[in-house]
């Protein structure tokens, strides 16, 4: 055989790759069995506010776009704001603050509001699965002797 490939060779070559190969699947295997599912999240919750930065951005994007109304990156938006936000001192800053404060302080009403109302509706889905469980309960005790009744008859 001219230049091919002995068959040890091939065979090394063969075991090197089947090597790598199972050592790759073994990482995969083993990523994916270590991640955790996402829990569903409620549509319903409220949304946390915004910080002091993002209720700053708000009104700066607003700005941004009137002076240059020609940009369509939004990265540029963000770095300008970013560096405006940290050149500013604490008095500029206080009325962005003030207005994520309050919005945190309306968030924590509206969740507090949320959580009372979904411990109130699992405590009424308890107390609908008591009470269905007992009417089972109750109507099969009621089919057990009519049964038990007919069956004396057969006998």
């Given at each position: ?6 068959k ?40 946390r ?27 540029v938006?963000?770095?300008?704001g ?11 800053k ?62």
């Amino acid at each position: 055989m001219k230049g091919g490939k002995s068959k040890a060779e091939t065979k090394k070559a063969d075991n090197k790759l089947s090597v790598k190969k199972k050592g790759v699947g073994a990482d995969k295997v083993s990523k994916k069995a270590g991640k955790k599912e996402k829990a569903v999240k409620d549509p319903n919750k409220p949304k946390r506010p915004a910080s002091a930065f993002f209720v700053f951005m708000e009104e700066f994007r607003k700005q941004y776009k009137e002076k240059h109304p020609n940009n369509k990156s939004v990265s540029v938006v963000g770095k300008a704001g970013g560096d405006k936000w940290k050149s500013m001192t604490e008095a500029e800053k206080a009325p962005y603050v003030a207005k994520a404060e309050k919005r945190k302080s309306e968030y924590n009403k509206s969740l507090q509001a949320y959580n009372k109302k979904k411990a109130e509706g699992a405590n009424a889905a308890e107390e609908e699965e008591e009470e269905s469980d007992k009417s089972k309960s109750e109507v099969n005790d009621d089919e057990d002797d009519d049964e038990s009744g007919e069956e004396d008859d057969d006998e």
